[in-house]
């Protein structure tokens, strides 16, 4: 079973950057889109930004500007460089990727948590 490692997450002060990263533990094939979500204390989980097996890039409104999402299907990793950190954008991040297979196939991280605190 491939699992999603993620790592990077920590504390860091307003203004700050932090690079997320989420590796499988195996290879994933015929990779349709992989995602970065995250859920803020009492909020429902949000889609943070995506990439698609196009290199098409999609952000939330609130991330646009300072966040970037890369992705290497080969390797089956996905990064988030996330600069000029807000302490809204305190929240556990969690990587998805998902497959071209009907119905598609998803595989999760286990979430990291990002502080924004001065």
């Known amino acids: 079973q491939v699992q999603l490692v993620e790592s990077g997450g920590g504390l860091v002060q307003p203004g700050g950057s932090l690079r997320l990263s989420c590796a499988a533990s195996?290879?994933?094939?015929?990779?349709?889109?992989m995602v970065w979500y995250r859920q803020r204390q009492g909020k429902q989980r949000e889609l943070v930004a995506a990439i698609t097996s196009d290199s098409s890039r999609v952000y939330a409104n609130s991330v646009k500007g300072r966040f970037t999402i890369s992705g290497d299907n080969a390797k089956s990793t996905v990064d988030l460089q996330m600069n000029s950190l807000k302490p809204e954008d305190t929240a556990v991040y969690y990587c998805?990727?998902?497959?071209?297979?009907?119905?598609?196939?998803?595989?999760w991280g286990q979430g990291t948590q990002v502080i924004v605190s001065s």
């Open positions: 195996g290879s994933i094939f015929n990779i349709k889109a």
């Open positions: 998805k990727i998902s497959t071209a297979e009907i119905p598609p196939h998803e595989y």
